[in-house]
């Protein structure tokens, strides 16, 4: 384990390697799961917002499961999750050739509007738990992740140096920066674990 500031960070983060094949997952980790993607109450709020602008992109079933119950609910757990349709597609998802993809991030690539996606989608495969004084920070390994750990392993990429924009964005350059530190001191004095 890996501590930086108030996180606690898996070394996998430092040692997987890791780059998304979309090709081959086809977009897996947004319906995949027993739960929406984790969200805040700002994005909650922010996802009401832009609600208008990215409608015409969803289903007529996340439609009428947004109408119904919302953006997002509450999980088992406690925490804010975006709706799903069927226990299964988040409901900003959509369809191209058989790839699911984000809606809300296909509007922001199309400039109309200006948030991305929740951050815990932006940081997926990373999850981040939240304790009374700490966060952990953890790879959660899916089986459907496995031809981004090829991929990855092919481009000598590593899970924090693929996730630098949304890590950077969670939890700021001085503490990537902290990380990538130690990264390379990890690489220079110690052998990593072999992982495939």
Known sequence: MIEIFDTIISRDLI???????????????????????????????ILRQIL????????????RVINTQGV???????????????????????????ICGCAIEKAYN???ITFRKPVSCHLYPV??????????VNYDCQKVCKAA?????????????FLREPLIRKFGVKWYDALN????????????LQRF
């Open 15 to 45: 040692e997987r390697y890791f780059a998304c094949d979309i090709k081959h997952c086809r977009g897996a980790c947004c319906i995949e799961g027993d739960a929406g993607a984790p969200i805040t109450e700002e994005e909650y709020n």
């Open 52 to 63: 208008p602008a990215v409608w015409n992109d969803l289903s007529p079933q996340a439609r």
């Open 72 to 98: 997002g609910y509450i999980d088992r757990e406690g925490d804010i999750v975006t709706s799903t349709v069927d226990d299964k597609d988040c409901v900003f998802t959509y369809y191209n050739n058989n």
């Open 110 to 112: 199309e400039g109309r």
């Open 127 to 136: 999850r981040v738990k939240q304790y009374k004084t700490w966060k952990a």
């Open 149 to 161: 750990e090829i991929l990855g392993r092919q481009q000598q990429t590593r899970l924090y140096q």
């Open 181 to 192: 530190a130690c990264a390379d001191h990890v690489a220079r004095t110690c052998k990593p």
